[in-house]
T-cell receptor, first 114, second 112 residues
Framework: KAGVTQTPRYLIKTRGQQVTLSCSPISGHRSVSWYQQTPGQGLQFLFEYFSETQRNKGNFPGRFSGRQFSNSRSEMNVSTLELGDSALYLC?????????????FGPGTRLTVT | GENVEQHPSTLSVQEGDSAVIKCTYSDSASNYFPWYKQELGKGPQLIIDIRSNVGEKKDQRIAVTLNKTAKHFSLHITETQPEDSAVYFCAASPTGNTPLVFGKGTRLSVIA
């Protein structure tokens, strides 16, 4: 069974631009979560989607947004990029929320903002 | 909200020795505690997890213990090998419906 896939793997953007990252969950998984990983802050939760609806949202500004499609694939968007947005963005999928669940991570998208 | 503390931040062991990483959490409602291994250039990989109704779980050379009274849980790796070198993260879920809260990570180096 294929794992979580994320595209692109690497991205370089300029301050003020916007970016869209994509995540395809493990087949059969319907919940997708996004995390930001930085050396200083570690892994921080951005948001979670299930059935095309945002279930949970972390403490990030409104410049960070996401969505989920009917096939469970998800995208996240960051507008008006800042230098501090440089990070590894990780997507994780799980079967279903509502119970204690296992999350499986993709390889991440390395975003560099210059 | 939940807060997870992880120690040590770095750990070096000789090949064949054991390694222990400890985490404490603050929210007594947390009931799910996974451990992830992250190698360079890769995403975190789930290696073992434990739920609040279990005190210990083993999978070959790795084991996790949970003390709900003291609100801490630990990862034990026995007979360490060079390929165990990676960053290890603990996490806690306040409830089954809320996201994982991660520790800051432990960089484990196994010296051959």
């Amino acid at each position: 069974k294929a794992g979580v896939t994320q595209t692109p793997r690497y991205l370089i953007k300029t301050r003020g631009q916007q970016v869209t990252l994509s995540c395809s969950p493990i087949s059969g998984h319907r919940s997708v979560s996004w995390y930001q990983q930085t050396p200083g802050q570690g892994l921080q939760f951005l948001f979670e989607y299930f059935s095309e609806t945002q279930r949970n949202k972390g403490n990030f500004p409104g410049r960070f947004s996401g969505r989920q499609f009917s096939n469970s694939r998800s995208e996240m968007n960051v507008s008006t990029l800042e230098l501090g947005d440089s990070a590894l963005y990780l997507c994780a999928s799980s079967l279903d929320p509502g119970q204690v669940y296992e999350q499986y991570f993709g390889p991440g998208t390395r975003l560099t903002v210059t | 909200g939940e807060n997870v503390e992880q120690h040590p931040s770095t750990l070096s062991v000789q090949e064949g020795d054991s390694a222990v990483i400890k985490c404490t959490y603050s929210d007594s409602a947390s009931n799910y505690f996974p451990w992830y291994k992250q190698e360079l250039g890769k995403g975190p990989q789930l290696i073992i997890d434990i739920r609040s109704n279990v005190g210990e779980k083993k999978d070959q050379r790795i084991a996790v213990t949970l003390n709900k009274t003291a609100k801490h849980f630990s990862l034990h790796i026995t007979e360490t090998q060079p390929e165990d070198s990676a960053v290890y993260f603990c996490a806690a879920s306040p409830t089954g419906n809320t996201p994982l809260v991660f520790g800051k990570g432990t960089r484990l180096s196994v010296i051959a």
